[in-house]
């Protein structure tokens, strides 16, 4: 139901709200974001005598927070462990786990993210996926049936073969020499040795959310739309993409799978790329499969409004993220309204893309800094005037 199709007073029911927004990274916590635009619009139906029916889920779009989306609506705790960055350096990381123990949740941002290698000069070439080996041998370890792993954040494009090395699979030059660790070495490839590959990892269930469709390859592929985020030059750039080509070719040539141009397997520095080559994997939409493990799809499909939320609404919003699952999750009817940090979409944009609206949280004039230091105060005052303005 619309906001054009309400019934008269004498008759409304309780309009149903579905409250499913990402965290607003660096500020708060999906879970915090939902329970504070619950119970802003909660107040504001309150102040006008209206009566709705609100469910609340922390959302995700498969990178940075989807663990804390995860484990915040599981009702567990992460278990943290010891392992290293995508540098090489001690650094304590994070494991979720469901509440029956079957479903482990790793984010590749944990041990191979931008944010903890951000105090020293970027080495493209040299960042290795090896730190998530710990992660994934503990959920083994565990006894999971599936394992979740998130790719957004990363500050490699190793392909996966750190990761694949630390369960055991050895990636060997022409005179049977093992590589340096890193995406720069893998030029030099000849071989790769599985023979010693834990057992146990091509037994569980392989999920990998996805929040981006580039390939491997190419002018759209790992290396050259994202490497330079990671700090590689055109030169890296360029040594990076024939590494990666180098491997690929040599994975086809083992397991007879071609996977450089599936959608989605450019993601994290091709991350997925050695795990899909040798196991079942499902490369998922990151929105799609936390909608999956959420229900999310169904509660959004029996709301009449849908309301979701972000730090930044733009363009890239809409590709991918959070804001593009739920506009593609949410019933036929149901109206879709934003809470962001900030919008930077103009009315047009919002219009072609079937958001009714956008709100910032923004008071004024204020600083990101001023912004994230109210960020669950600002939201929950936001949602206020949502609910005074929607149901009026």
């Given at each position: ?5 309400k019934l008269p ?13 990402d965290s607003f ?351 669950l105060g600002l ?14």
């Open positions: 139901m619309t906001s054009e199709q007073a004498t008759i409304q029911r309780a309009l149903r709200v579905a409250i499913v927004p990274k660096g500020s708060a916590r999906a879970s915090e974001v939902a329970t504070a635009m619950e119970y802003g619009f909660s107040k504001g139906a309150a102040s006008l005598k209206r009566e709705v029916e609100i469910t609340a889920v922390p959302f995700a779009d498969g990178g940075e927070g989807t663990l804390e989306a995860l484990i915040d609506t599981w009702g567990t705790q992460a278990i943290t462990l010891e392992t290293t960055d995508a540098l090489g350096r001690p650094v304590t990381s994070r494991l979720g786990l469901s509440a029956d123990q079957k479903i482990a949740v790793v984010e590749a941002a944990e041990a191979a993210g931008l944010p903890q290698v951000s105090d020293v000069a970027r080495k493209p070439l040299e960042a290795t996926t090896s730190g998530l080996g710990p992660l994934v041998a503990h959920a083994l370890d565990l006894g999971v049936q599936q394992i979740i792993l998130c790719l957004g954040g990363s500050a490699t494009t190793d392909g996966g073969t750190g990761l694949l090395n630390a369960l055991g699979a050895k990636f060997l030059d022409d005179q049977g020499n093992q590589l340096p660790a890193g995406g720069g070495a893998l030029g030099k490839l000849a071989s790769i040795d599985v023979s010693e590959l834990d057992p146990r990892a091509k037994k569980v269930r392989w999920q990998i959310a996805c929040d981006v469709t580039n390939p491997l390859l190419g002018d759209k592929g790992a290396a050259a739309i994202f490497g330079p985020q990671k700090g590689a030059t055109k030169h890296d750039v360029q040594i990076l993409d024939q590494g990666l080509e180098r491997l690929a070719n040599v994975l086809e040539a083992d397991t007879g799978r071609s996977l450089r141009e599936q959608p989605g397997m450019g993601a994290a520095g091709g991350l997925a790329l050695c795990l899909a080559s040798y196991f079942f994997v499902e490369l998922t939409p990151g929105w799609e499969l936390v909608a999956q493990v959420l229900d999310a799809r169904r509660i959004m499909q029996s709301a009449d409004l849908v309301l979701t939320g972000e730090g930044r609404l733009d363009s890239q919003s809409l590709d991918g993220k959070v804001v593009c699952g739920v506009l593609q999750a949410k019933g036929e009817l149901s109206d879709v309204i934003v809470v962001a940090g900030s919008v930077d979409l103009s009315d047009e944009e919002l219009e072609a893309a079937g958001i009714l609206a956008a709100f910032s949280i923004a008071p004024g004039p204020a600083s990101l800094a001023e912004l994230s230091a109210d960020t939201v929950q005052r936001t949602a206020f005037g949502v609910a005074r303005t929607y149901l009026r």
